[in-house]
T-cell receptor, first 113, second 111 residues
């Protein structure tokens, strides 16, 4: 069964450093997403990406964050100048279209120290 | 404002029993989805029910949707220890691209 692949599975970074979280969505999917889940809390939407551009972003997704789809397969989330409160599990997801379920990656656990 | 809200927050039952979890939401939706999350792990899509559907089955899962009450339920029949996980509902609205998530129900199946 096709999978969404995320790397790394765990990243520890110093506060103020930049991190790039990587995702390879399912190849024929058209919609791509980043969500995050702070430990013990709800899953929160960050950004959606369709047709090579951001289609929607949340209040969390401020200038500190950016996404890219540099080639036909990768989808990255960059967090500049990380803060302690950015520590969370970050999930990438993709789906074929609206009215389809999402396929999530297994997540990147980001720990900012 | 919060969209999906599950209840109960936690549910502990004996293996073999049925587990029912409920979800309520506030705005109009295109579809509602249920996901499972094992502790510290990724989210697994279980089932999607469209706004014009009332009931859907997948294996031991049965989902109902009542759009007049803005609520859904997930029934897991003949529960197994491996069903121990957190279960989330998430709503997909017409006007935006994101899923809005509830806080989840933590299900524990006792052997």
């Amino acid at each position: 069964e096709p999978e969404v692949t995320q790397t790394p599975s765990h990243q520890v970074t110093q506060m103020g450093q930049e991190v790039i979280l990587r995702c390879v969505p399912i190849s024929n999917h058209l919609y791509f997403y980043w969500y995050r889940q702070i430990l013990g809390q709800k899953v929160e939407f960050l950004v959606s990406f369709y047709n090579n551009e951001i289609s929607e972003k949340s209040e969390i997704f401020d200038d500190q964050f950016s996404v890219e789809r540099p080639d036909g397969s990768n989808f990255t989330l960059k967090i500049r100048s990380t803060k302690l409160e950015d520590s969370a599990m970050y999930f990438c997801a993709s789906r074929l279209g609206q009215n389809y379920g999402y396929t999530f990656g297994s997540g990147t656990r980001l720990t900012v120290v | 404002s919060q969209q999906g809200e599950e209840d109960p927050q936690a549910l502990s039952i004996q293996e073999g029993e049925n587990a029912t979890m409920n979800c309520s939401y506030k705005t109009s939706i295109n579809n509602l989805q249920w996901y499972r999350q094992n502790s510290g792990r990724g989210l697994v899509h279980l089932i999607l029910i469209r706004s014009n559907e009332r009931e859907k089955h997948s294996g031991r899962l049965r989902v109902t949707l009542d759009t007049s009450k803005k609520s859904s339920s997930l029934l897991i029949t003949a529960s197994r220890a491996a069903d121990t996980a957190s279960y989330f509902c998430a709503t997909d609205a017409y006007s935006n691209y994101q899923l809005i998530w509830g806080a989840g129900t933590k299900l524990i199946i006792k052997p």
